[in-house]
């Protein structure tokens, strides 16, 4: 059996080259064996056999399902015979082998940890015993003791590790025993002693960082003064001279620093002993980046721990000043390390930076002068990109320094919260100096000191905002009228240009420095940049900045604003332009405004038969000679052409509210026509309904006699992705136009809502408790059926509900079933708001219809378990209800009384006297108190107490 088991073995971990159902029948005969009820007890017999490493491995891997899923099922001779084998194999076998391989080791530890943790202390209360008395057989059983302790912490003792609670239970059993039978003090001493024999001798680095994990694992739990104590104390500063073990050293100081105590003396007391920041402060910068790493982790732990435990002790105990002393040389540190220049290694004591920030802005501990000054240097210095940085490259190396520049960036931030004077000062100095030197500076120097700027109005108040204003114009006039936008990099360049766009609406009132930014712009700085991407970034800037301007401070250069960008607002079908269809857009809108709030009326026109009217000529010519037929579905180009000439005329039409300019309403005829001769292009159809939502507000009752050939071919030919807008135009209409739009709505409103009922009916019936919707489709369904509502709530708010009269029942069918529709809560208010208005105007029939259909919803659905009354939502649903309810009884009370004593409450099985109780309430008091009483009802019935 044994040369079978092990090819067996050998073949299933694919040593070796077999055929593939060779493999499968030593996969089998592994699974077979390792289920099979003695297959443990071969492979212990196995294991304390020469033989190669693999079938040593599945033997213990064997082994180890035996006591994870098999081990009460063993009786209790096995069991010790299990146990007994396993420790005479580390007693007798490891001191004879010292070279067995490290995952044999390992794997042993772990199962010797499971055993522990099933049967310590009662099945095994000499454990620790056992385990001790291994530690005389020399270095190689020492480490596997160490190798045993830490699996024993990884099994069973770790707090970081996530367990169950019952895990939990049986760890802190095992806690309290090993604490009660001095095992925990045994453990201790004998750590001491492997340090104090391998580590002062120098040997055996192995063993006593093995021994310095130990320690630092088990530092969270037992009694802190174990580790504190003086003779410990020595030798980890002694052996923090030692390159092999300072790492495992730091780990230990960062587990006795991060100890929770609630006594915040006793923890700053615990940082005197220690003297870390003494011990760190003569760490070079240029030291192995392990070490640095370890050495950032605790002081980035010291400082946040240091600074939490010093606000909360009481200013007059005296250890008040030492704690100043004590924070003083932790910003040291922080400010050594912060500064390093590795990204890494500075951003692992940001914990700290932010600590102290938070804590200057409530209750400063130390005076923050110097440090605010020094940090600003640093944030300056960790901010700037290096001169070989390849901003074309898309590498984890550019994107991760990009999200540590980020962070820098908030901390930066957050002292604008609490000295922005101080940051103020800082920046000023910094854009003079650069300006000064500009030519003589790297791009990265000059780049850094726009990216400050930038930052600091980055999430800051608005009341901030306004009051740092006289330096935002300072500063921008001070950029504007220097030469700053013409260093030659894109960073700069870009940089320059989001700083002007941020602080726009600070540009002081005067020409000079409004023309200096417009130029910037419009020159090879801006729009007409040699890279895509500044061009890009800047038009869509340029807009921004346009938009924040004052009109009457843009009229004396709106003729050169447009004739620099004459050549770039040219619409072709030319696949190659300077700039693209977003970028144009962004153009086409900002001049709009400008245009059409400045000069006269004879300079509007003027304007408009420049930039617009060529687009309207152009869409004319398309549609005059069939161009469009000419395109393929895989090439619309015309089609395109079209789509993107009406959003130009619609985005600039945006600066013409109200105007009334006839080549707006030109080119709405041109548009409706192109509609009735495109109608299945979903392109046009979207663009169709954008420029109608534009003229609303442009040319007003002007739109009128198109509004109707419009809306009804879109309701003939729309899609659900389209239902959802066009009802939004139709709102939109209805608001604006109110009883003018009837004749339209007439022709319309059949097959709206034909079409309509069709989509909302493919949702199905309404599952309760969905919180989401689970499809793309359901999502878009789900939104037609939202402006379905306002649809129905715009026609009932402007008085038109008397166009619902053929097809009321239709409606209030649906609108019944939102009531119900607990996907959405705010349609469910919304439907509930919609009936009250319908009863407020209703007359004899329809209260009777009222009566018995939605007063059921109204004494029924507050008592369905998803109707939650404790969520914030649901009681504004019910405050509707309730305001309905109000409402009927108001309008209807003899009728409404009797319909609920002597038909609706008696079919809901509601005694009598309940029902008399809840009627004299909703007759007698106002609404908010029958909201106060209705709660109260509700809570009580649901419970079960009806």
């Given at each position: 059996?044994?040369?079978?088991?092990?090819?067996?073995?050998?073949?299933?971990?694919?040593?070796?080259?077999?055929?593939?159902?060779?493999?499968?029948?030593?996969?089998?005969?592994?699974?077979?064996?390792?289920?099979?009820?003695?297959?443990?007890?071969?492979?212990?017999?196995?294991?304390?056999?020469?033989?190669?490493?693999?079938?040593?491995?599945?033997?213990?891997?064997?082994?180890?399902?035996?006591?994870?899923?098999?081990?009460?099922?063993?009786?209790?001779?096995?069991?010790?015979?299990?146990?007994?084998?396993?420790?005479?194999?580390?007693?007798?076998?490891?001191?004879?082998?010292?070279?067995?391989?490290?995952?044999?080791?390992?794997?042993?530890?772990?199962?010797?940890?499971?055993?522990?943790?099933?049967?310590?202390?009662?099945?095994?209360?000499?454990?620790?015993?056992?385990?001790?008395?291994?530690?005389?057989?020399?270095?190689?059983?020492?480490?596997?003791?160490?190798?045993?302790?830490?699996?024993?912490?990884?099994?069973?003792?770790?707090?970081?590790?996530?367990?169950?609670?019952?895990?939990?239970?049986?760890?802190?059993?095992?806690?309290?025993?090993?604490?009660?039978?001095?095992?925990?003090?045994?453990?201790?001493?004998?750590?001491?002693?492997?340090?104090?024999?391998?580590?002062?001798?120098?040997?055996?680095?192995?063993?006593?960082?093995?021994?310095?994990?130990?320690?630092?694992?088990?530092?969270?739990?037992?009694?802190?003064?174990?580790?504190?104590?003086?003779?410990?104390?020595?030798?980890?500063?002694?052996?923090?001279?030692?390159?092999?073990?300072?790492?495992?050293?730091?780990?230990?100081?960062?587990?006795?620093?991060?100890?929770?105590?609630?006594?915040?003396?006793?923890?700053?007391?615990?940082?005197?002993?220690?003297?870390?920041?003494?011990?760190?402060?003569?760490?070079?910068?240029?030291?192995?980046?392990?070490?640095?790493?370890?050495?950032?982790?605790?002081?980035?732990?010291?400082?946040?721990?240091?600074?939490?435990?010093?606000?909360?002790?009481?200013?007059?105990?005296?250890?008040?000043?030492?704690?100043?002393?004590?924070?003083?040389?932790?910003?040291?540190?922080?400010?050594?390390?912060?500064?390093?220049?590795?990204?890494?290694?500075?951003?692992?004591?940001?914990?700290?930076?932010?600590?102290?920030?938070?804590?200057?802005?409530t209750s400063p501990s130390v005076d923050p002068t110097d440090h605010f000054d020094l940090m600003l240097q640093i944030i300056r210095r960790k901010m700037k990109y290096q001169d070989d940085f390849d901003f074309s490259a898309r590498d984890e190396e550019?994107?991760?320094?990009?999200?540590?520049?980020?962070?820098?960036?908030?901390?930066?931030?957050?002292?604008?919260?609490?000295?922005?004077?101080?940051?103020?000062?800082?920046?000023?100095?910094?854009?003079?100096?650069?300006?000064?030197?500009?030519?003589?500076?790297?791009?990265?120097?000059?780049?850094?000191?726009?990216?400050?700027?930038?930052?600091?109005?980055?999430?800051?108040?608005?009341?901030?905002?306004?009051?740092?204003?006289?330096?935002?114009?300072?500063?921008?006039?001070?950029?504007?009228?220097?030469?700053?936008?013409?260093?030659?990099?894109?960073?700069?360049?870009?940089?320059?240009?989001?700083?002007?766009?941020?602080?726009?609406?600070?540009?002081?009132?005067?020409?000079?420095?409004?023309?200096?930014?417009?130029?910037?712009?419009?020159?090879?700085?801006?729009?007409?940049?040699?890279?895509?991407?500044?061009?890009?970034?800047?038009?869509?800037?340029?807009?921004?900045?346009?938009?924040?301007?004052?009109?009457?401070?843009?009229?004396?250069?709106?003729?050169?604003?447009?004739?620099?960008?004459?050549?770039?607002?040219?619409?072709?079908?030319?696949?190659?332009?300077?700039?693209?269809?977003?970028?144009?857009?962004?153009?086409?809108?900002?001049?709009?405004?400008?245009?059409?709030?400045?000069?006269?009326?004879?300079?509007?026109?003027?304007?408009?038969?420049?930039?617009?009217?060529?687009?309207?000529?152009?869409?004319?010519?398309?549609?005059?000679?069939?161009?469009?037929?000419?395109?393929?579905?895989?090439?619309?180009?015309?089609?395109?052409?079209?789509?993107?000439?009406?959003?130009?005329?619609?985005?600039?039409?945006?600066?013409?509210?109200?105007?009334?300019?006839?080549?707006?309403?030109?080119?709405?005829?041109?548009?409706?026509?192109?509609?009735?001769?495109?109608?299945?292009?979903?392109?046009?159809?979207?663009?169709?309904?954008?420029?109608?939502?534009?003229?609303?507000?442009?040319?007003?009752?002007?739109?009128?006699?198109?509004?109707?050939?419009?809306?009804?071919?879109?309701?003939?030919?729309?899609?659900?992705?389209?239902?959802?807008?066009?009802?939004?135009?139709?709102?939109?209409?209805?608001?604006?136009?109110?009883?003018?739009?009837?004749?339209?709505?007439?022709?319309?409103?059949?097959?709206?809502?034909?079409?309509?009922?069709?989509?909302?009916?493919?949702?199905?019936?309404?599952?309760?408790?969905?919180?989401?919707?689970?499809?793309?489709?359901?999502?878009?369904?789900?939104?037609?059926?939202?402006?379905?509502?306002?649809?129905?709530?715009?026609?009932?708010?402007?008085?038109?509900?008397?166009?619902?009269?053929?097809?009321?029942?239709?409606?209030?069918?649906?609108?019944?079933?939102?009531?119900?529709?607990?996907?959405?809560?705010?349609?469910?208010?919304?439907?509930?708001?919609?009936?009250?208005?319908?009863?407020?105007?209703?007359?004899?029939?329809?209260?009777?219809?009222?009566?018995?259909?939605?007063?059921?919803?109204?004494?029924?659905?507050?008592?369905?378990?998803?109707?939650?009354?404790?969520?914030?939502?649901?009681?504004?649903?019910?405050?509707?209800?309730?305001?309905?309810?109000?409402?009927?009884?108001?309008?209807?009370?003899?009728?409404?009384?009797?319909?609920?004593?002597?038909?609706?409450?008696?079919?809901?099985?509601?005694?009598?006297?309940?029902?008399?109780?809840?009627?004299t309430a909703l007759q007698s008091l106002d609404a908010k108190q029958f909201k106060a009483f209705f709660l109260q009802f509700a809570a009580k019935y649901k419970s079960g107490k009806k």
């Open positions: 059996m044994t040369d079978e088991f092990d090819q067996a073995v050998l073949c299933s971990y694919n040593v070796g080259q077999y055929p593939e159902d060779v493999k499968k029948r030593a996969v089998e005969y592994c699974s077979n064996l390792q289920r099979s009820p003695n297959g443990w007890a071969f492979c212990l017999e196995k294991f304390f056999q020469p033989t190669r490493i693999e079938i040593k491995f599945f033997c213990l891997v064997v082994i180890q399902d035996v006591i994870f899923y098999r081990y009460e099922s063993l009786t209790d001779q096995d069991k010790t015979r299990l146990k007994a084998s396993l420790m005479n194999w580390v007693r007798e076998y490891i001191p004879n082998n010292p070279t067995e391989d490290q995952a044999i080791k390992n794997k042993y530890a772990q199962i010797l940890a499971i055993l522990f943790r099933n049967d310590y202390p009662d099945r095994w209360p000499s454990f620790f015993t056992d385990l001790f008395g291994i530690l005389f057989g020399g270095p190689v059983c020492i480490d596997m003791f160490l190798r045993i302790i830490r699996s024993v912490d990884e099994e069973v003792l770790s707090k970081t590790v996530q367990r169950q609670n019952v895990e939990v239970a049986v760890t802190n059993n095992i806690k309290e025993a090993m604490k009660a039978e001095g095992a925990v003090q045994k453990l201790v001493d004998t750590w001491y002693q492997i340090l104090e024999t391998y580590g002062t001798a120098g040997t055996h680095n192995e063993i006593c960082n093995l021994c310095l994990d130990s320690i630092s694992r088990f530092i969270n739990w037992i009694d802190i003064s174990f580790i504190t104590s003086d003779k410990f104390i020595f030798l980890f500063y002694k052996f923090l001279n030692n390159v092999n073990l300072r790492e495992k050293i730091l780990t230990c100081f960062f587990e006795l620093i991060y100890k929770g105590m609630a006594d915040p003396v006793a923890k700053i007391s615990l940082f005197g002993k220690l003297r870390i920041s003494q011990l760190l402060s003569t760490v070079s910068m240029d030291d192995e980046g392990d070490f640095l790493d370890e050495a950032a982790k605790v002081v980035n732990t010291m400082g946040m721990e240091l600074l939490l435990s010093a606000a909360k002790l009481n200013p007059q105990q005296q250890i008040q000043l030492e704690t100043v002393k004590m924070v003083e040389e932790a910003l040291s540190l922080l400010f050594k390390f912060m500064n390093n220049d590795d990204d890494d290694i500075s951003f692992a004591v940001f914990g700290f930076a932010t600590t102290y920030l938070n804590t200057m802005k550019e994107a991760e320094f990009q999200k540590y520049r980020k962070e820098v960036a908030h901390l930066m931030q957050m002292m604008m919260k609490i000295i922005p004077d101080r940051v103020a000062q800082f920046v000023h100095g910094s854009l003079e100096m650069v300006i000064q030197n500009l030519t003589s500076l790297t791009f990265s120097d000059v780049e850094v000191t726009l990216y400050m700027f930038y930052v600091m109005g980055d999430g800051i108040s608005m009341d901030l905002m306004t009051k740092l204003e006289p330096f935002w114009t300072s500063e921008i006039t001070l950029l504007a009228s220097s030469n700053i936008s013409t260093y030659n990099h894109q960073a700069v360049t870009l940089q320059y240009f989001e700083v002007i766009s941020r602080f726009s609406k600070f540009i002081p009132n005067d020409p000079e420095v409004l023309k200096n930014i417009l130029v910037s712009f419009l020159d090879g700085r801006g729009i007409r940049n040699p890279t895509p991407m500044i061009r890009s970034r800047c038009c869509y800037l340029l807009y921004k900045f346009l938009k924040t301007q004052k009109v009457v401070n843009l009229v004396p250069f709106v003729e050169s604003i447009l004739l620099s960008l004459k050549e770039l607002l040219v619409i072709s079908t030319e696949t190659r332009k300077i700039i693209s269809f977003d970028d144009q857009l962004n153009l086409f809108d900002a001049l709009g405004t400008i245009v059409g709030q400045a000069g006269t009326e004879e300079a509007k026109q003027r304007h408009l038969a420049t930039i617009i009217e060529p687009l309207h000529q152009q869409i004319l010519a398309i549609m005059s000679e069939k161009l469009y037929l000419r395109d393929t579905p895989d090439n619309p180009v015309y089609t395109i052409y079209l789509v993107q000439m009406i959003h130009f005329i619609g985005s600039f039409s945006k600066g013409f509210n109200g105007q009334k300019m006839a080549i707006f309403s030109r080119t709405l005829d041109l548009v409706v026509e192109l509609l009735t001769l495109l109608p299945q292009v979903e392109e046009i159809r979207a663009k169709s309904i954008f420029y109608l939502h534009r003229m609303i507000a442009c040319i007003g009752e002007e739109v009128l006699p198109r509004v109707q050939v419009e809306v009804s071919t879109l309701v003939n030919h729309c899609n659900v992705k389209d239902m959802a807008e066009l009802i939004r135009l139709i709102n939109q209409l209805i608001t604006e136009f109110k009883e003018k739009m009837i004749p339209t709505l007439q022709t319309i409103l059949v097959p709206l809502l034909t079409k309509l009922f069709a989509i909302m009916s493919e949702l199905g019936s309404v599952t309760p408790n969905v919180s989401a919707p689970k499809s793309e489709a359901e999502r878009e369904i789900l939104e037609v059926q939202k402006h379905y509502y306002l649809f129905v709530s715009t026609i009932i708010n402007t008085n038109l509900a008397s166009i619902f009269t053929q097809v009321l029942p239709d409606v209030l069918k649906t609108v019944l079933i939102g009531c119900t529709e607990y996907r959405d809560l705010n349609i469910v208010k919304q439907c509930y708001t919609i009936l009250n208005k319908m009863v407020e105007g209703g007359d004899a029939n329809f209260n009777l219809i009222i009566f018995e259909q939605v007063a059921p919803l109204l004494l029924k659905e507050p008592f369905r378990p998803e109707f939650n009354l404790n969520d914030g939502q649901t009681n504004l649903v019910l405050a509707v209800m309730i305001q309905l309810e109000k409402s009927i009884m108001l309008k209807c009370r003899e009728e409404f009384t009797r319909y609920l004593i002597q038909i609706l409450l008696p079919s809901m099985q509601w005694p009598s006297q309940v029902s008399e109780e809840y009627v």
